[in-house]
Nanobody
């Protein structure tokens, strides 16, 4: 089974930094894209940053210049380096991966998977 395991959330003062990590496990053929999203209370989940298999990146305007997404394909892991954190960055951050994998019958499949979420709290 495919699983996404996030780590690195926590509490920090405004202006501080945090680094989120998300490791994908399972019988993976290829990870096409990986990304980070966040979901403000009462609102839809929104994009923070994504990175393609070729390294192309997309950022939300609100985090450009402060956040950096990267991936280590040898470890099936995506990172989000967050600097210059603001109180409005407080949220639950979710890891996402679009990938191809083998199911339990060894058939190739493609799926869109989410992590369980990690809390980031920024105090002013």
């Amino acid at each position: 089974q495919v699983q996404l395991m996030e780590s690195g959330g926590g509490s920090v003062q405004a202006g501080g930094s945090l680094r989120l990590s998300c490791e994908v496990s399972g019988i993976i053929m290829d990870i096409h894209s990986m990304g980070w999203y966040r979901q403000p209370p009462g609102k839809q989940r929104e994009l923070v940053a994504t990175i393609s298999s070729g390294g192309g990146t997309i950022y939300a305007d609100s985090v450009k210049g402060r956040f950096t997404i990267s991936r280590d394909n040898t470890r099936n892991t995506v990172y989000l380096q967050m600097s210059g954190l603001k109180s409005e960055d407080t949220d639950v951050y979710f890891c996402n991966a679009v990938l191809s994998y083998y199911d339990t019958d060894r058939y190739p499949r493609r799926g869109d998977y989410w992590g369980q979420g990690t809390q980031v709290t920024v105090s002013s």
